[in-house]
């Protein structure tokens, strides 16, 4: 238990941003799984649209410090590779 009323306040504030960080990751992993079965089913069109949408939504994820930079630039990266690779 904190001992202050500022370590009472950063506990709360550290549980409301755990929470928004987890529903943020959540929804990154629910696009990038949507992106990943247009992939895998060679519909390109589609997968384009849909990494568009990926790509904007890590970025704004790492503007947003819920992810590292670098680790947006990575996923984003690989993802487009996938792209590249449908016949």
């Known amino acids: 238990m904190p001992n202050t009323k500022s370590a009472e306040r950063r506990m709360r504030n550290s549980a409301r941003r755990h929470l928004h960080n987890q529903s943020n990751k959540s929804r990154l992993k629910t696009l990038e799984k949507e992106y990943l079965a247009l992939v895998a089913a060679g519909q390109k069109n589609?997968?384009?649209?849909?990494?568009?949408?990926?790509?904007?939504?890590?970025d704004?994820?790492?503007?947003?410090?819920?992810?590292?930079?670098?680790h947006a630039s990575r996923k984003k990266s690989r993802l487009s590779v996938r792209l590249a690779g449908i016949k």
Do not use: G, Q, W, Y
């Open 60 to 70: 704004k994820a790492a503007k947003n410090r819920v992810l590292h930079p670098n």
């Open 46 to 58: 589609e997968a384009s649209a849909a990494l568009r949408a990926v790509t904007a939504a890590f």
